[in-house]
């Protein structure tokens, strides 16, 4: 082999690398089509979710025709605007193959910094929010530097941040609600923005539509789906993977921070426990609504109908009589059922694969 064929078969191997990374990088972004029966059941879309929602709200609406009052609609989505908000950013974080445990902390830990920044500060409302969404947005980047910096395993480092962030709140309160705020917040908290609806379930929606569009029709989106799903054959092509993952970590914690910040709004006071049990609840949602834990799976929309799955079956369990304490029974079996959907997805598609 003479000097110029070397040349040109060193100059080809890179060439060869970079497109068989941008291959697994489209597979990845588009999963490849079921040839069977089997996996095209285990598929799970927003046409499927949807079709569960659907039959769940027909099954209480035939035990109780009170399940579909205005009154107790209006109530299902305000409950589910909050935590909604929340799922936005996870569904974008798990996409991109890692979660966040701290996410109902961040919540009600930026909601008391702007309660503080407000009544203690003496700040401007405008200037009390922008506090409160940089908080969330600051523990979101600490957590991203300790994931992504650091290595330390996403379950370790959020759910330390979890505690820390719980642990901040009483030492600014010292568990005392802080009030009163001003009249501006309550304002925006009693708000009869749409059919009685308020102000969080209208951003629900607006961010939602955003952040779905996002995540289907943009490069960003492509490059989360690629993240999430060969975070290797991500880097080969080109994209910086792990200031993706510290971004999706920051949108999370501004989410939660909104959503903190509505609640706050909403009772007109800054209580401790704004955020508790969030955590679970919002990845419960998501995973029901086909969001994979692995990452490189999911979208926006279904995971928020799997929020309202999710929302759906508690309420309805109050509604037909059943004791309320068989709902974190049923949420944690829905969760169960949906991981293991989500494992027998992964090994149908691994296996149609390597056939």
Do not use: H
């Not at 792990?242 to 999706?248: D, E, L, T």
């Not at 049990?277 to 419960?284: P, Q």
Request: net charge neutral; charged share 10%.
């Amino acid at each position: 082999m003479n000097l110029l064929q070397r040349d040109r078969l060193g100059a080809s191997v890179p060439a060869a690398v970079a497109a068989e990374a941008e291959a697994g990088a489209e597979a990845v972004a588009a999963p490849p089509a079921a040839p069977n029966r089997l996996r095209r059941a285990l598929a799970v879309s927003e046409a499927g979710v949807i079709a569960a929602l659907a039959g769940l709200v027909l099954v209480f609406w035939l035990l109780e025709p009170a399940f579909l009052s205005g009154t107790n609609v209006r109530s299902m989505l305000t409950a589910v605007s909050f935590v909604g908000i929340i799922a936005i950013g996870q569904t974008l974080l798990l996409v991109a193959g890692e979660f966040d445990l701290s996410v109902g902390s961040v919540a009600g830990l930026s909601a008391i910094v702007s309660a503080w920044l407000m009544t203690k500060g003496n700040l401007p409302v405008p200037l009390g929010i922008l506090g409160g969404l940089a908080t969330g947005a600051l523990v979101g980047f600490v957590n991203g530097i300790l994931v992504v910096g650091v290595g330390i395993p996403a379950f370790i480092a959020t759910l330390g941040m979890l505690y820390a962030a719980r642990g901040f709140i009483y030492v600014i309160t010292n568990g005392y609600p802080i009030y009163p705020l001003p009249r501006a917040i309550g304002e925006i908290g009693s708000a009869d923005v749409l059919f009685g609806l308020g102000w969080s379930f209208v951003l629900l929606v607006v961010l939602a539509v955003i952040a779905d569009v996002v995540l289907r029709r943009t490069t960003t989106g492509r490059n989360l789906y690629a993240t999430g799903g060969n975070a290797e054959v991500a880097r080969l092509v080109g994209i910086s993977t792990g200031r993706v993952k510290i971004a999706c970590f920051m949108v999370v914690g501004a989410l939660s921070a909104v959503a903190g910040m509505l609640v706050l709004a909403d009772g007109a006071s800054g209580t401790p426990a704004i955020g508790t049990g969030w955590e679970l609840t919002v990845i419960a949602g998501v995973v029901i609504g086909g969001v994979s834990l692995f990452g490189g799976v999911g979208t926006v929309a279904a995971g928020i109908v799997g929020m309202l799955l999710l929302q759906v079956v508690q309420s309805g369990l109050v509604v037909v009589g059943v004791n309320p304490n068989w709902q974190t029974v049923a949420v944690g079996l829905i969760m169960v059922l949906a991981v293991g959907v989500d494992i027998a997805r992964r090994r149908v598609s691994l296996a149609g694969g390597t056939s």
